[in-house]
């Protein structure tokens, strides 16, 4: 029976940088994949650590933004709701999600009952952040992947314009979940730690 490899995934900026950690000891080292010019998502390379000598896999994210799992609750709402987003702090309306993964630039969704949502759509998305502050998160949203269980979507407004969010991202991607968190989350890293 072949073991399974432990995985972790790195996160390259815009200059194709990034910081790779062990999974089994922790260490760090920044890697700079500038003079790959090929693709590297979506395929597993094998890494030996030179602290502790073990082998894991290593995936590659090229992503404009950083995005993390999560699973939070929520809801789905049309952009028609005349009174959104104030009527959404206080009635149970739309279709409820669970959010599956956090960007500053969108989310990753699952609905519990089938819905039809068609990319280009436009709705609201409304959850509650498991941070100190319960930040309630109410944004204006683009589908831009669809099928009947769930989705992504994009923000519709600029990265960056959610203080409360972007906070919790970064946070969560260098420290690990807040306590409380029931989602699962794996070691992430951050672009934040990338030597500039």
Known sequence: MAH?????????????RGVVTCPHCGDTHTVNMA????????????????ACGRL??????SRRHLRIPTSLPGRLLPCALQDAPEALRHK?????????????????????TP?????GDCYYVVFVLPDTDHSLI?????????????GGAE?????????????????TSTVGPPPGETGSFS??????RVER
């Open 187 to 192: 070691r992430r890293l951050s672009s934040a």
């Open 92 to 112: 149970q309306v739309g279709t409820a999600i669970t959010v599956t993964s956090l960007s500053t630039g969108g989310i990753g969704f699952r609905t519990q």
């Open 4 to 16: 399974q490899l432990e995985t972790t995934r790195v996160f390259l900026d815009d200059h194709r």
């Open 115 to 119: 819905v039809s949502c068609t990319v």
């Open 56 to 61: 894991f896999r290593l995936l590659f994210e």
């Open 35 to 50: 003079r790959y010019p090929d693709p590297l998502g979506g395929k597993a390379y094998r890494v030996l650590c030179g």
């Open 138 to 150: 109410c944004e204006a949203i683009i589908i831009r992947r669809s099928d009947p269980q769930g």
């Open 155 to 171: 923000f519709c407004r600029p990265p960056g314009s959610n203080p409360a969010l972007d906070w919790y991202i970064y946070v």
